[in-house]
């Protein structure tokens, strides 16, 4: 009897020093195509404003984190089967996600959705609209009355629009207005439209020591503006 409780105490400091081990390096996963969220640079590494946060929010709960893309239709089947740690891919905050994952207190407030087109009278109650697959976006356009056409990857949303396929392309107020810098036809169109909760990370709902170290440095560049001044700086989003 006594070996066995002292073989199962073994057990549990091994399995707590595998938990511990497991989060020695952070794994951040993220998209990498969504600018000036998150993105690509010419090194070929992640840039962006999460990357800039993100690499903060590790400073600041002192831990040793890595970066990690993914396409976004997976990402959080990945991150429930510990691919990486964390979400931090411009994913808003919603009921439905929150059923599958768990999600740290807000990094930005919602940011507004926008309709950009090549035509100012463009029909979007009742056209084709474009939308990234496994986004509020998709959701909303779904339930709208318009004719949904859903792409893997944000560009190909743009691309849809440029080429005909689509009337108009509803994403983050942020991301269109990137398009459109890099897009000379395409223009605003239509009233934006609120939609989720804010955009936050996500974590799997057994990692709750994590999201609480995260929940504490989001908080603490809340408290010293060091959020609203990076908010300010990639324009993703109104401060808080």
Same mark, same amino acid.
């Given at each position: 009897? @006594?070996?066995?409780?002292?073989?199962?105490?073994?057990?549990?400091?091994?399995? *707590?020093?595998?938990?511990?081990?497991?989060?020695? /390096? /952070?794994?951040? *996963?993220?998209? *990498?195509?969504? #600018?000036?969220?998150?993105?690509?640079?010419?090194?070929?590494?992640?840039? *962006?404003?999460?990357?800039?946060?993100?690499?903060?929010?590790?400073?600041?709960? !002192?831990?040793?984190?890595?970066?990690?893309?993914?396409?976004?239709?997976?990402?959080?089947?990945?991150? /429930?089967?510990?691919?990486?740690?964390?979400?931090?891919?411009?994913?808003?905050?919603?009921?439905?996600?929150?059923? %599958?994952?768990?999600?740290?207190?807000?990094?930005? #407030? #919602?940011?507004?959705?926008?309709?950009?087109?090549?035509?100012?009278?463009?029909?979007?109650?009742?056209? %084709?609209?474009?939308?990234?697959?496994?986004?509020?976006?998709?959701?909303? %356009?779904? !339930?709208?009355?318009?004719?949904?056409?859903?792409?893997?990857? #944000?560009?190909?949303?743009?691309?849809?629009?440029?080429?005909?396929?689509?009337?108009?392309?509803?994403?983050?107020?942020?991301?269109? @207005?990137?398009?459109?810098?890099?897009?000379?036809?395409?223009?605003?169109?239509?009233?934006? %439209?609120?939609?989720?909760?804010?955009?936050?990370?996500?974590?799997?709902?057994?990692?709750?020591?994590?999201?609480?170290?995260?929940?504490?440095?989001?908080?603490?560049?809340?408290?010293?503006?060091?959020?609203?001044?990076?908010? /300010? @700086?990639?324009?993703?989003?109104?401060?808080?």
């Amino acid at each position: 009897m @006594k070996r066995t409780i002292l073989t199962a105490a073994a057990f549990a400091v091994l399995a *707590g020093a595998a938990i511990a081990d497991s989060h020695s /390096v /952070v794994r951040m *996963g993220t998209e *990498g195509a969504y #600018p000036p969220w998150n993105f690509i640079n010419d090194a070929g590494k992640v840039d *962006g404003f999460e990357r800039e946060l993100g690499d903060e929010l590790c400073k600041r709960a !002192e831990l040793n984190c890595e970066w990690v893309t993914n396409d976004w239709d997976s990402i959080i089947p990945n991150l /429930v089967s510990g691919n990486y740690d964390t979400i931090i891919a411009g994913m808003s905050i919603t009921d439905e996600r929150d059923e %599958v994952i768990d999600f740290t207190q807000a990094y930005t #407030p #919602p940011d507004p959705s926008t309709y950009a087109a090549v035509s100012a009278d463009v029909d979007l109650a009742g056209g %084709v609209i474009a939308a990234q697959t496994g986004t509020i976006q998709a959701g909303y %356009v779904a !339930e709208s009355g318009a004719t949904l056409v859903e792409f893997a990857t #944000p560009d190909e949303t743009i691309a849809a629009v440029l080429n005909g396929e689509a009337d108009a392309v509803l994403a983050d107020d942020s991301f269109i @207005k990137t398009a459109i810098e890099a897009n000379g036809d395409l223009m605003v169109v239509g009233d934006p %439209v609120a939609l989720g909760g804010g955009v936050g990370m996500g974590i799997r709902e057994s990692d709750g020591d994590l999201k609480a170290k995260f929940d504490a440095a989001i908080q603490s560049m809340k408290d010293d503006g060091t959020l609203n001044a990076m908010i /300010v @700086k990639w324009e993703v989003a109104s401060q808080w």
